[in-house]
């Protein structure tokens, strides 16, 4: 009986009072080199995407595709911002299990070269035949997304992971800045500086200018990445002395078997609950912001007399850089600060519900300028709560980055977790633009709840990503464990 009573005592008295678990390790620093390439990297896409938004509706209407109905001009917007994800859904995947076994900086060279070609092919495009061509090939041969996701997946650990993904939506607010200014600043250049820019070149092909521009930075960055970034996948990565952040296995040989057999993994063995619930967060996600990101110029530039702003591309694009720029600020400063603070799911599900008010604020931006009578100061403070609204938005994707990471069983299949996601967000991002750019064409056309059909439908599909978000586990797993 004393025996077993101090048996007990000595259990009590060295089981901590408060779990291991839930005591925080110390914070690894992350590999700045390292992440800094893969950040700077990572801007050719948003540059690339959204330098064409201030000017595309304008391009549309001179190419004369909708004969001359600015109500139409939403359908063939949408179907050009749509294709390049068509194309991105199509070979997503490949890539990705392709950066499984040939290693991740092979398949990222193809996709900056990609961009390249393929934003230069837009420029020079005079038909809405060669702009279509031009944002498929884009999208096919561009899997640097998820291969960026991945490796930083692989640089970081359960201690650093927030501040390595959230650096992930900070790129984009980054390229959502420079893209639109870029985009705006440059097109149509004889009109702006009309010595520099005199001759017939310029006069056929007024918009190659900021494509060209974008098409610069791939250039760059694949010579900065081909003499810097190291390759994280193990098995293709040089042997070190020293440890890194991903672990290595003591025996070559045997890791490089377990990692081929888990690369050849067949997909519906990876088909998880733990899997499929943050893809599907991610992909109702990407619609929805999807939506939004072409309905945002689509909105500003649409005449007022049709419920829109009436902005020209310099003034869409200024507007759009700001969103850009604050955004990627604010993110930068708090998310991984509110990220500890509330937790990852806690924040996710508010990013979730501040969808209906950020669509909201379309009609009522409607309804201001109608009552004003023209853009003022009033136009201009909504405006700044649009961005508030879109920042708090816009932190749900470092949160699902970090579940989708989580969900891998091992990192020699993070490749596959990503590119299922990415697959599935890029059919989602396909559909979008193009359903929310009809949407609001017909909305306009036919007067449809005063013209609002649209925005009432994206609120109440915004529901169900709420319902989404309540099925994400409480805590984001410990990939370390």
Known sequence: MDIHNSHEIITNETTPLISARGSKKPRTPLPKLQIAILITLQLAEPIASTSIFPYINQLIRELDITGGDDAAVGYYAGIIYSLFFVGQALTVLKWARLSDRIGRKPVLVIGLSGTCISMLCFGLSTTFLGLVASRCLCGILNGNVVVMKTMVGELTDSTNMAQ?????PIVWCIGGFIGPLMGGTFARPQDHWPVLFSGSFWRDYPYFLPCAVAACLPVLTLFMMTIFLEETLSTKRRPKSTSTTVSVSSSPDGEALVTNSMANMPLRSLLTRSVVIPIANYTMLSFLDMSFMVLLPLFFSTPTYLGGLGFDPATIGSWMALFGIVNGVLQALFFAKIVDWIGPKRLFCVSAWCYPLLVAMFPILSWILRARGEVDHVITFALLCFIGIEVAWDMGYGVIFMFITASAPTNNVLG??????????????AVGPALATSLFAASKKYNLL???????ILIMLAGGMGWLASQLPEEVQDKDE
């Open 164 to 168: 390595g993904f959230a650096l992930i």
């Open 450 to 456: 005063g013209g609002n059909a649209v925005y009432v």
């Open 416 to 429: 596959t977790i990503n590119g299922l996601g990415h697959t599935s967000a890029a059919v989602a991002r």
